[in-house]
């Protein structure tokens, strides 16, 4: 036999227009009164199940529609599915935080503070091409916050005692009792006179003005590690802003920065440098030195060099980033010069030069197999 389910607002003890606030008022008083962890007595918790549909029906604006026009039609026999009291409200602490906001009486906010990791700092350093490249070691001044070296972060002049805080008697907590319906209710804060330290300071720091830390200038050592490039950032573990309440430091990070060469350039791991040769020693080869990162080097350049060739020096270029015992290539870009001033004698033995070579440059094989090459990619014709 099915049992008669009762009027809804008969459960909650509330005439059927009823506003939200006194259906809610209603049923904080019953589920107090019936919740299975406060009510061990038999039906309690059926009970506690009948006020919790009940509320969860005229609390929403549909099915409390429905419930006024067809009963308990209008919202289906398990219209209010899942109204268990421990499925909804898992406890008694439960119910409170649904109305509250917050845990129940006995529960008190924590006085201590948790820890904090410091801040990072940012600095940055200018360093040499060849410092980049081989690494080096250099000195960073850093201006950032310390434990005070007099009090060493208590606070108060050295040999001076703390006294407990007479606002909160030393427990760092002030506690503010008030009536609610369901019975007293507690609020735990920080104390605003020792943040919660429970202990006040009657003879601060001279030096640090009883703050516990204060700015120093500091020179740190910073490796800078071979086949570094500009833009890139080292991190100095621990050496950034100390943490607080026994949190650990924040790291410091320097940020690199690397002169331009007035001869190379760096491509990756590669050196790129330009080398200027006339246009003799272009067309009969010759041997020259050439500047590298590791001091001069002969060079040979083959006959008929033409401007753009390049001549490759393995091995002589950049340290790989950890990896110093592999290196990059050194990059000769060859650039053939055609002088501009020519004395009396230069311009006779080129004349002779030119004449000797035979006919204008249209008529080399070279030249016009290029020619044709330019004239075919342009779409031209004879």
């Known amino acids: 036999m099915t049992t008669q389910k009762r009027d ?93 906001g917050g845990g129940s009486g006995t529960q008190s906010q924590s006085r201590a503070s948790s820890a904090r990791r410091g801040s990072d700092l940012q600095y940055s350093v200018n360093v040499e091409f060849e410092e980049a490249a081989f690494g080096a070691e250099r000195e960073q001044e850093v201006r950032r916050t310390e434990v005070c070296s007099k009090c060493r972060g208590d606070r108060s002049e050295p040999g001076s005692q703390e006294v407990a805080c007479p606002n909160c008697g030393g427990s760092g907590e002030i506690r503010r009792g008030s009536q609610s319906i369901f019975g007293q209710f507690v609020q735990v804060s920080a104390c605003n006179k020792c943040q919660g330290e429970g202990k006040v300071i009657n003879d601060p720091c001279m030096q640090c003005k ?65 080398q200027v040769i006339n246009v003799a020693d272009a067309a009969l080869g010759t041997t020259l030195k050439v500047p590298t990162l590791d001091g001069e080097a002969d060079v040979e350049v083959p006959p008929g060099t033409q401007t753009g060739d390049i001549i490759r020096l393995k091995g002589d270029g950049v340290p790989y980033l950890g990896r110093e015992n592999q290196r990059g290539d050194h990059l000769i870009t060859m650039v053939v010069q055609t002088p501009r001033r020519l004395d009396e004698n230069q311009r006779r033995l080129l004349q002779e030069l030119s004449e000797s070579l035979g006919g204008s440059a249209s008529e080399d094989a070279d030249y016009k197999g290029w020619f044709d090459k330019f004239k075919d990619s342009i779409g031209g014709s004879e």
């Not at 607002?9 to 006194?22: N, P």
């Not at 398990?78 to 909804?88: E, L």
Request: hydrophobic fraction near 30%.
């Open 210 to 274: 009883g703050r516990g830390t204060e700015v120093r200038r500091r020179k740190l050592a910073v490796s800078i590690p071979a086949g570094i490039e500009s833009g890139t950032q080292i991190r100095l573990t621990g050496e950034g802003e100390p943490g607080t309440n026994g949190g650990p430091p924040g790291d410091l990070y320097v940020s690199v920065r690397v002169k331009p060469h007035k001869l190379f350039r760096r491509d990756g791991y590669d050196i790129v440098h330009p």
């Open 8 to 100: 809804y607002y008969e459960v909650l003890g509330v005439f059927k227009g009823a506003s939200d606030e006194q259906i809610k008022k209603a049923f904080r008083k019953l589920a107090l009164e019936f919740h299975p962890d406060r009510n061990k007595a038999e039906g309690a918790v059926e009970k506690f199940k009948e006020i919790n549909e009940a509320y969860q029906v005229l609390t929403d604006s549909e099915k409390r529609s429905n419930y006024d026009r067809f009963g308990h039609a209008g919202v289906g026999q398990n219209g209010a599915q899942g109204f268990d009291g421990f499925d909804n409200f898992g406890g008694f602490g439960d119910i409170f935080e649904a109305f509250f």
